[in-house]
């Protein structure tokens, strides 16, 4: 039987943004609701669709992209949020980004000046890179470091 001030809640984390499960069972968790009755709720919201990893691992990974963070990032990050491999597989095969590009335009926006001064300030740029998920192939390429 699905408690209503569960299912209450649950809607309402809903209605501002998209959850993980994970997510969902630990907020609801924190306003002190039986794990069982979590359970059955959001299992009945996942049945019907209201609920979706795959759409809230989509709606991160869009999110990610426009602020300029690169695939390591978003695939950690979706992880730590409890989606599986699989979901995260599917989440990165239906959407179409040039990472190149994407490094390169995080690059630009955050260094205008592309002439590196010195070797402090290069392993500053290849952290800055590093730290927003872009690979070693991509920073290469993008810093024309070969």
Not at 53 to 61: K, P, Q
Not at 117 to 141: C, H, M, P, W
């Amino acid at each position: 039987m699905i408690k209503k001030d569960v299912k209450k809640a649950a809607y309402s984390l809903l209605a501002r943004r998209e959850h993980s499960q994970k997510e969902l069972m630990q907020k609801l968790l924190l306003r002190e609701f039986n794990s069982d009755d979590i359970q059955i709720v959001l299992d009945a919201l996942s049945e019907q669709d209201i609920q979706s990893d795959l759409r809230f691992g989509e709606s991160m990974y869009r999110l990610r992209v426009a602020k300029g963070y690169g695939w390591i990032y978003i695939a950690a990050e979706l992880k730590q949020k409890g989606l599986t491999s699989d979901i995260i597989a599917a989440v990165y095969t239906s959407q179409q980004v040039d990472w190149f590009l994407q490094a390169e335009k995080a690059y630009q926006k955050r260094f205008p000046d592309p002439k590196i001064s010195d070797q402090k300030d290069k392993a500053k740029r290849v952290r800055f890179l590093q730290y927003r998920g872009y690979s070693f192939e991509q920073i290469n390429t993008v810093m024309n470091l070969n």
